[in-house]
C-alpha cells in the first residue's frame, strides 16, 4: 500500500508539471482493460467527472481522442449515460467549445491506475481487477488546475 501511495504522489506532482495548454496526451503504454472490470471504471471515473465538470447540458460537449479501445468506448457510453454529448465527426457548432478529454491507464503492482483529464482538472485512482469487475483501491486524487 505504501508503494500505491508513493506512486501516486509521483503521478501527481509530474502531472503539475504539464503545460495549461490545450494538448492533452494519453498513455503511450496503455494497459488493456476489459470486460466487466472496464465497465466499473469507466462507470465509477465517469460519476466522479460528473460530479466536478458539472451536469452535462447543451453546451457541454467532450472531444476524445479516437480510441478503438474497450475502455474507450465504454467511457464514452458512461458519460453519455450522465448526459454528455461527444464530437463524432470532429464538427461542432460554432458557438460549442468542446471539453477535451484524455486519460492514462497504466499497470501497478496487480492494479490498475486511471488518470482522466480535462484542461480544467485531473482525477486519478487506482482499482484493483476481478473477474467480476473492479474496486477502488485508493481514493479518489482530485487536481484543479487553473
Known sequence: ???????FIAVALLSSCQTADDALTTSSTPVAVTGP???AIAGDIASRL????GP???TTTIKMETDTSEFASTLEAALKGWGYTFVTDGKVAKDVKPVELAYAIE?????VLV??????IALGRAYTPTAAGA???????IMQRN
Open 56 to 58: 452535462a447540458g447543451a
Open 115 to 120: 488518470q482522466v483529464s480535462t484542461p480544467s
Open 37 to 39: 472490470a472496464a465497465s
Open 135 to 141: 474496486t477502488p483501491a485508493s481514493p479518489l486524487s
Open 107 to 111: 499497470g501497478f503492482d496487480g492494479q
Open 50 to 53: 460528473a460530479e466536478q465538470i
Open 1 to 7: 500500500m505504501r508503494k500505491l501511495f508513493a506512486f
